[in-house]
């Protein structure tokens, strides 16, 4: 036999060794990274971002569903309809949602009002909340409500305290829910205006 074809079996069996040593290097690499000798395989990495990103896209929409149907709706004061008196004034409700409510409730109260003369005093017994029933609005509809002074002395107001209260039900929803808005008036280059204020601030 030629000393060629003796090293046929010692080239093949050397190349069997590499291919196994090989082998075993990935297996070692996927199943114990801190015992490779080389960098840590990345050979699940795209199926690793295609799940991350397969999760974030679940959250968004998640995130997406539930604006879509938490209920929005927006009350807003026009200015009066007299410049030297806040009352009557307009108030606009708008559905700013995407889906129907109904049952809207609009309810006035007056916190605190004074007037020029300083003896003309109201208390808070005195004072009784306006209930006015709306009906439903659709998505992006509003609807206005004119607001009086529940109690008229005939005297000049130089100051009003209101709080608008909005009770409703959205569709999809098994409770009524409640929007408060309080607005305190203001006087703008001679004239009365609403400007809105915190609910909890004093």
Known sequence: MSRQQKQKP??????????????GEILQCLYKPSLCNAKPCNYDQPQFYKKCISFLITIISFIGALYFFVPKISITALDPLTADDPFPSTFVIKNESELPIKNIIFTFNLIDIKYENPTFKVTNNEITPTTIKIGSLAPSEMTS????????????IIFSDIEV???????????NQHKKQRFVTQIRDGKFIWIPKAITKK
């Open 10 to 23: 010692n080239k093949k069996h050397k190349q069997k060794q590499e291919i196994q040593q090989i082998h």
């Open 145 to 156: 409500q004119v607001c009086i002074n529940p109690i008229s002395l005939g005297a000049k």
């Open 165 to 175: 209260i909005i009770t409703y039900k959205p569709i999809l929803y098994f409770r």
